[in-house]
């Protein structure tokens, strides 16, 4: 009788285990493909590609898929002065010379670089 109660103790140690298992990996996978990747993406909506010298292009950062974790956007540009508003969603840029620019917003998800958008603006000189 002794053997028999160990025995099914045993087995429920292990299903119990295997269970407690499944749902760990399961809350990991939640936010990952099946390559292990985190599914997250960001798009760039542009105020405008053709702007003139000295005006201001606004651009907003539109994030996807970040399931509630601690999401950032760092942009960059290739010319122009820069700020940062609405926590770095939204990047508003005075272009100061004429010609073809890159603006790029890319997605931090946890500390880790996700994806990064571009878009390229026209900066046309005052006639």
């Given at each position: 009788m002794?053997?028999?109660?160990?025995?099914m103790?045993?087995?429920?140690?292990?299903?119990?285990?295997?269970?407690?298992?499944?749902?760990?990996?399961?809350?990991?996978?939640?936010?990952?493909?099946s390559e292990?990747?985190v599914?997250?993406?960001?798009?760039?909506?542009?105020?405008?590609?053709?702007?003139m010298?000295?005006?201001t292009?606004t651009?907003?950062?539109?994030?996807?898929?970040?399931?509630?974790?601690?999401?950032?956007?760092?942009?960059?540009s290739?010319?122009?002065d820069?700020?940062?508003?609405?926590?770095?969603?939204?990047?508003r840029v005075?272009?100061?010379?004429?010609?073809t620019?890159?603006?790029?917003?890319?997605?931090?998800?946890?500390?880790?670089?996700v994806?990064?958008?571009?878009?390229?603006?026209?900066?046309?000189?005052?006639?």
């Open positions: 002794k053997m028999r109660v160990q025995a103790l045993t087995g429920l140690m292990v299903v119990g285990t295997m269970v407690g298992a499944a749902g760990l990996g399961a809350c990991e996978r939640s936010h990952r493909t292990g990747r599914p997250a993406s960001v798009t760039i909506e542009s105020s405008g590609r053709d702007v010298v000295g005006e292009a651009f907003i950062a539109r994030t996807r898929d970040t399931y509630g974790r601690d999401a950032n956007i760092r942009w960059s290739t010319a122009g820069m700020t940062e508003e609405q926590d770095g969603r939204v990047a005075k272009f100061k010379e004429s010609g620019y890159t603006v790029k917003a890319t997605l931090l998800v946890d500390s880790r670089e994806q990064t958008a571009m878009t390229e603006v026209r900066v046309r000189p005052v006639n």
